[in-house]
């Protein structure tokens, strides 16, 4: 099956750890995007990648990093950096459509606590 | 720079009823709006989009959304509500490239038996 798998689901850290999310998508999709969600706030874009070996910084990436290193995978390191990391992550990729607008495909996300 | 506006952050309706989850947007150009769903800790579905084809658009699980450029607006409906539609609802629009989006803070909708 085709699809974007995000993992672990859910995932616990330390104050002053770093920690990295994974995303995987098996949709031969170019784009990919992390969100951070958090209650009564929707969806705040982090980083997104159009091409392999390429991102750029979304509306708020401070504290944290990514890679695209293949067209398959886009993990995002929360570092000790990020001043309130706990949240739902989202995890998006994305085909251009017929219409000239590009459609996003959801993971299942990663809910992140630090203790 | 777009945005959207999600009236109401909760909803509540009988089961049956006429659910309402409204959408309105700002764009400097014709938009690309999207509904989505998510159910609790999971992540969003696609419900539907519009895309400058028929102004009325037809989703998944029996919702539809009209896109109104005089109102700016592009709300939500589903003639009868059904208890598993009780999840979180999302608008979004695309920015002119057609490849970012810009989310609404969401409706959280409840159905009561």
């Known amino acids: 099956d085709g699809g974007i798998t995000q993992s672990p689901k859910y995932l616990f850290r330390k104050e002053g750890q770093n920690v990295t999310l994974s995303c995987e998508q098996n949709l031969n999709h170019d784009a990919m995007y992390w969100y951070r969600q958090d209650p009564g706030q929707g969806l705040r874009l982090i980083y997104y990648?159009?091409?392999?070996?390429?991102?750029q910084k979304g509306d708020i990436a401070e504290g944290y990093s990514v890679s695209r290193e293949k067209k398959e995978s886009f993990p995002l390191t929360v570092t000790s950096a990020q001043k309130n990391p706990t949240a739902f992550y989202l995890c998006a990729s994305s085909r251009p459509g017929t219409s000239g607008v590009d459609t996003q495909y959801f993971g299942p996300g990663t809910r992140l606590t630090v203790l | 720079a777009q945005s959207v506006t999600q009236l109401g952050s909760h909803v509540s309706v009988s089961e049956g009823a006429l659910v309402l989850l409204r959408c309105n947007y700002s764009?400097?150009?014709?938009?690309?709006l999207f509904w989505y769903v998510q159910y609790p800790n999971q992540g969003l579905q696609l419900l539907l989009k519009y895309t400058s084809a028929a102004t009325l658009v037809k989703g998944i699980n029996g919702f539809e959304a009209e896109f109104k450029k005089s109102e700016t607006s592009f709300h939500l409906t589903k003639p009868s509500a059904h208890m598993s539609d009780a999840a979180e609802y999302f608008c979004a629009v695309s920015n002119n490239a057609g490849n970012m989006l810009t989310f609404g803070g969401g409706t959280r909708l409840m159905v009561k038996p």
């Open positions: 990648s159009q091409i392999v070996n390429d991102f």
């Open positions: 764009s400097s150009v014709p938009p690309y």
